[in-house]
């Protein structure tokens, strides 16, 4: 091993469409993705939306990414963390969000879940075992 | 006199949502466009801040951000593109919450 594997998490704080933080956190975490780190990706704040199933921006004129999100695992990206608090605020709950999953090779590619829902208390806790932290 | 409110971010992310709620009077319109679109999902918290006033919702937006019609707060209208022109022309003023 060349180098140690380091943990890095993304951390998603923003809706989708009104800016470009969004997209352009899923283009540098799938870019990460290719470097073997140890990669978390959390969803708060309206961060939460971005997961949000359903999305179709014809009537927008912009390009809808959050297919892109059911691929994250294909990219062995399979620790999304997903705050309860901020889900119960704006009044939605896990259904309401596209159903992540990754396969995993060691259980002859059992379909698991990608998606952990955590309090703020147990994110914060994610968050301080973390080496490099990404704010969107 | 009549004024068209504009609000065009997240009611979780700032306060002009609040805002606006509150100092429009009655015979005022409050149209939610881009991600202001949020505050009109009746289980949201923020919903409550639409009690009592005349609302309108961008519908391409709701779609864009996989918000069906039936998780609006009651009596929330939804517009298309043309409808937001209608609201600007029939309003004596437009006060964008920028």
């Not at chain 2, 009592?52 to 391409?60: A, D």
């Not at chain 2, 864009?64 to 004596?92: H, M, P, Q, T």
């Amino acid at each position: 091993m060349a180098e140690a594997t380091k943990k890095f998490m993304y951390i998603n704080r923003k809706a989708p469409y009104g800016t470009i933080y969004a997209w352009e956190a899923l283009e540098v975490v799938l870019i990460g993705a290719a470097f073997e780190q140890d990669v978390s990706v959390a969803f708060m704040d309206d961060g939460v939306y971005q997961l949000a199933k359903g999305q179709d921006t014809t009537g927008i004129g912009m390009k809808n990414f959050s297919p892109t999100y059911a691929a994250l695992g294909d990219f062995e990206i399979t620790k999304i963390y997903v705050e309860k608090e901020s889900l119960e605020e704006r009044g939605l709950t896990l259904d309401d969000l596209q159903h992540l999953v990754w396969e995993d090779e060691d259980e002859d590619w059992a379909e698991k879940d990608s998606i952990r829902l955590v309090s703020r208390a147990e994110l914060g806790d994610v968050l301080a075992d973390q080496d490099v932290l990404f704010n969107f | 006199m009549s004024m068209l409110h504009l609000v065009n971010k997240s009611p979780y992310e700032n306060g002009n949502l609040n805002t606006a709620s509150s100092i429009m009077k009655s015979g005022d319109v409050l149209l939610l466009i881009e991600d202001g679109v949020y505050g009109a999902v009746k289980s949201g918290k923020a919903s409550a801040m639409l009690e009592g006033r005349t609302v309108s919702v961008m519908g391409p937006d709701l779609a864009a951000r996989g918000i069906s019609e039936d998780k609006l707060a009651d009596g929330v209208n939804v517009v298309d593109y043309a409808g937001f022109v209608e609201l600007v022309e029939k309003n004596d003023k437009v006060q964008s919450w920028l």
